[in-house]
């Protein structure tokens, strides 16, 4: 079973197709999962949850209870914690509910310490295992998380920038067949490769390394007043 | 002097505001900056930029060369390199103009790996040192850096939530006096402390380190639609 769940970023930064993708999931089997406000979001859409999580703080008392009234499995998480909301919610999917793969929707824009978190919550020891399951998508990015060892990077159709971060320490990167090589490469801090693409006429490179967690990032141009 | 650049980020991330703190801030006598399609968002503004920085691949040789005409130092990157447009610009800022500060705006938005470069360049060791002169401004968040020591934090009127990132391995964090604490935390690898909030009363709180690179983002909520 795959999981698609969605958290509580701006709308404007979903995808333009996320009802559609959203509905055709659940036709499918997927378990839906709304993550704090997302579960409302979600409602909104005309989707039915199967899980809710979150501390629910910022909605008001007949919000929430919509909530509880709609979806089965509804988790409370507390604002005085050592795990976030997202955190409390891939261990449910992955633990309670043994999905193979997560979709992530509503993790980017607007405030940037939620975006940060979502992002580099796969760093920590006991969530890194899960991170290579996990792909992360918005209207113009779509991030997949790889843990060491030699791996294909394939061309997705409908982006045309491919962008490298080591999210934290990295060993011995190399990115071999892309339009810009890297060779060798090791830090000790975090660093961001943007804009690297796939080589015309090729549909893919490899990218090996030997300790770390790194995020590749599809992306594309949107019209520049595509968010406003 | 001060230095204040906008970089190629969605317009629609932007403060509100824009024109009239660029306005302001050339007044004042301050730098005004832009980094590639940045330099044409300016000359929109009805800005005429003081210094212009990009590969400006992706502009029309027409907008090129209304670029050259406009702006009296344009400095060209190349796409293979190991400096980004946004290092080139810290270089060219605090090394050539010697300015005090840089407000760094269209940072943020739109393709991810462009976010994490102008946010990760900051932990490379030649250019640690400037981060704490730099304001990394969008919408709805402020991002200031910070070096190992004892810092006061202080409230910033228009944002409710601050949040804390360690860009990289951290020794011996500590937040004291804010809503929610954090003692003696260390990590080899980034993390993300979303929504901490001043206590109620106060505005500051301290936080001290020993190691690595700190990122304060200050951030509030917008309605949910504003990015649409």
């Given at each position: 079973m795959k999981a698609y769940a969605l958290l509580g970023g701006p709308a404007g930064q979903w995808p333009t197709k996320i009802a559609t993708v959203f509905h055709r999931a659940q036709e499918r089997g997927a378990l839906i999962v709304g993550v704090?406000?997302?579960?409302?979001?979600?409602?909104?859409?005309?989707?039915?949850?199967?899980?809710?999580?979150?501390?629910?703080?910022?909605?008001?008392?007949?919000?929430?209870?919509?909530?509880?009234?709609?979806?089965?499995?509804?988790?409370?998480?507390?604002?005085?914690?050592?795990?976030?909301?997202?955190?409390?919610?891939?261990?449910?999917?992955?633990?309670?509910?043994?999905?193979?793969?997560?979709?992530?929707?509503?993790?980017?824009?607007?405030?940037?310490?939620?975006?940060?978190?979502?992002?580099?919550?796969?760093?920590?020891?006991?969530?890194?295992?899960?991170?290579?399951?996990?792909?992360?998508?918005?209207?113009?990015?779509?991030?997949?998380?790889?843990?060491?060892?030699?791996?294909?990077?394939?061309?997705?159709?409908?982006?045309?920038?491919?962008?490298?971060?080591?999210?934290?320490?990295?060993k011995d990167l190399n990115i071999i067949g892309a339009k810009y090589s890297l060779r060798h490469f090791s830090s000790m801090y975090p660093r961001a490769f943007a804009s690297n693409e796939f080589r015309s006429g090729s549909d893919n490179f490899e990218l090996t390394f030997q300790k770390g967690l790194v995020a590749v990032i599809y992306s594309r141009d949107l019209n520049r007043f595509a968010n406003v």
């Open positions: 704090d406000r997302g579960c409302l979001f979600l409602k909104e859409l005309g989707l039915s949850p199967n899980l809710g999580i979150g501390d629910f703080d910022s909605l008001h008392p007949r919000e929430e209870s919509q909530i509880e009234q709609v979806i089965p499995d509804v988790r409370y998480s507390t604002p005085i914690k050592d795990w976030t909301d997202s955190e409390l919610m891939l261990h449910a999917v992955f633990h309670d509910y043994h999905v193979s793969a997560l979709y992530l929707f509503g993790a980017t824009g607007g405030r940037l310490d939620h975006f940060l978190v979502n992002l580099l919550t796969f760093a920590r020891p006991r969530l890194r295992s899960l991170a290579p399951k996990v792909h992360l998508i918005d209207k113009q990015n779509w991030i997949d998380f790889y843990r060491p060892g030699k791996k294909i990077i394939a061309a997705k159709k409908a982006y045309l920038y491919v962008g490298l971060v080591n999210l934290m320490a990295v």
